[in-house]
C-alpha cells in the first residue's frame, strides 16, 4: 500500500465495482474526466475494472481510500514509457463528499512519489479542462507547470473548451520534497 497524509493508495478489487459504477454514471463527476458523457453499464465497468486489475507494463491503477479504508476515488498512471521514462496521470475522487478537502492533492503527491521514486519516470504529464478550476489549482497546488493549451479541445456544457497539459519533471519533483522536507524540520 502507498501512504499519504491523508490516503492509502491500493489495489482495485471486484468489490469496488458498484462505487466506480456509480460515480461513472454520476454526470457531476465524470465531467472532468476525458470519457464520454452517456451512461456506463455495468458490464463495461466491470471490464475496465477488470482491466485495471491486471498487471500491466504500461498502466497503473489504484483505488484511492481515506486512513479509515473508505473508498473514496481512483488514480492511476497511463501510457507509461519505461525507455523514454514518462507517464500520463489520472485521478478522479468520485466520492463528492470528498471534494475540495485536500484528498486529491494528497493522492497527486503519492502517485507523484511512486512514479519518480520507485518508476524512475523522469515526467508525468496531464491533461486538465480548462474548466475543471479546482482540478487546476490542485495540480499547480502539487507543483505542475503549464506546458500547453489544446484549444477547443472539449465540448461540454453547451460550448468548446481548451484542454491544459500540465506537466512535472523528476527534477522539479526533487526540488519540491526537499524544500517539503526542509519546511518540516524547521
Known amino acids: 500500500m502507498l501512504t499519504g497524509n491523508l490516503i492509502n493508495l491500493r ?10 459504477w456509480t460515480w461513472m454514471n454520476d454526470a457531476e463527476v465524470t465531467q472532468f474526466l476525458a470519457v464520454p458523457q ?27 481510500t481515506t ?11 497511463m501510457c507509461i514509457d519505461h525507455v523514454a521514462r514518462h507517464a500520463a ?3 478522479m475522487i468520485g466520492d463528492k463528499d470528498y471534494w475540495g478537502r485536500g484528498y486529491g492533492a494528497d493522492a497527486v503527491n503519492v502517485l507523484l512519489r511512486y512514479a519518480f521514486e520507485v518508476l524512475n ?15 487546476i489549482r490542485c495540480y499547480e497546488k502539487c507543483g505542475f507547470q503549464h506546458e500547453g493549451r489544446l484549444r ?6 453547451g460550448r468548446y473548451w481548451d484542454t ?10 526533487e526540488s519540491r520534497s526537499d524544500m517539503i522536507n526542509a519546511t518540516q524540520v524547521a
Open 121 to 135: 519516470l523522469n515526467r508525468v504529464y496531464l491533461r486538465v479542462h480548462a474548466y475543471n478550476l479546482r482540478g
Open 11 to 20: 489495489a482495485l478489487e471486484r468489490d469496488d465495482l458498484e462505487r466506480c
Open 38 to 64: 452517456r451512461p456506463i453499464s455495468r458490464v463495461e465497468e466491470e471490464k475496465w475494472l477488470e482491466n485495471a486489475m491486471t498487471q500491466r507494463d504500461d498502466e497503473c491503477v489504484f483505488a484511492i
Open 164 to 173: 491544459l497539459v500540465m506537466g512535472m519533471l523528476r527534477e522539479e519533483w
Open 89 to 91: 496521470l489520472g485521478i
Open 152 to 157: 477547443q479541445q472539449v465540448y461540454r456544457h
Open 67 to 77: 486512513k479509515d479504508g473508505t473508498h473514496i476515488g481512483n488514480c492511476g498512471l
